[in-house]
């Protein structure tokens, strides 16, 4: 297909190594599944969106349009999510991701306790992502409705919390706190402050 720019990311570890905390089973299809047919619905949707194009056939704009940001929107933030998370992860950020975290949330506890009201108060299906907004120069929570609603443009997020029930729900549960709990344990610190470092420059 002429526009297929999307593409499932390797995992940058093996299906098993997160388990207990995230298991072979749920990680499998969370990936395989979930993620590939957001990558798929991008790609269906471009071309969609380039026949429309050329037959200037407009008349499902609104739906195309929405689709896109749906499916990409899911893309991008799964992709982030699986470098959000490492079998060595857990315990407190390095000293300057820590130092921001402070500045803005006040410790690293209270943007936990932040992002856990965020994920819990959820109504429906979304995101807690801990972002980078670039004109106040500081840290932000996000709590984002299905991939691409309630954020604010211009934020960009360093680390990404799938609240999505197809993302806890075979291990979990209805029991989104300790689903919470497990993510703190395999959140990788060292990826967030390399990718905030990369967006303060
Ligand atoms: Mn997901």
Redesign the pocket.
Known sequence: MANSPYTLPSLPYGLADLAPAYSEELLEL?YSK??QAYVNGANATLQKLADARADNAYEHINGLQKNLAFHLSGHVL?SL?WQSMTAQGGGEPSAVLQAQIKADFGSVDDLRNQVAAAAKGLQGSGWVCLSWDGLSEKLIVQQIQDHQSNAAHGAQSILAL?M?E??YYLQYQNAKAKWIEAYWDLADWAGAEDRLKLLKG
């Open positions: 969370h979930h993620h799964h999510f799938d999505w197809h993302a």
